[in-house]
């Protein structure tokens, strides 16, 4: 019987409570590196809104492809990338965990009230975008 308990407490954290995820590739170097096992707090948004500095999963191609990306840009905020550097609302964003940065360029966007502006530690490979609020699956808590 108690088997049959603790299976089911796992599989319930871990389908919607600490949902497991391993890191492919290095767009988030060096914060997170290839290979390594982390949780998805996918109950971290229930009571408060993401935050700037948040790394999230993120899902936006399929339902089995979870991207790791850093929140950047909120809700209803400019966002622009000049010589590589975060700017929003026209000013430049203080990132201490970017180590690499490629000198590239985004004109400024407006996000969406429900949108957020997602991008990875590792600038000199990592993508970047918008990503709708019911996109974000949880915050990355280890």
Known sequence: MRVLVLTAISIVITKWV???IRTD??????TYTPGKLHFVNRLSYGARSPVRGDV????????????IKRIVGLPGERVAIAGGQVQINGTAL???????????DLEEQTLGLREYFLI???RAISDFGRAPVNKILGKVVF
């Open 18 to 20: 600490l949902m497991p």
């Open 120 to 122: 990875g530690d590792n």
């Open 94 to 104: 203080s990132e201490p965990y970017v180590r690499h940065r490629r000198l590239w």
């Open 56 to 67: 999230v999963a993120v899902q936006l191609a399929g339902p089995h492809v979870v991207y």
């Open 25 to 30: 590739g290095s767009s988030m170097l060096p």
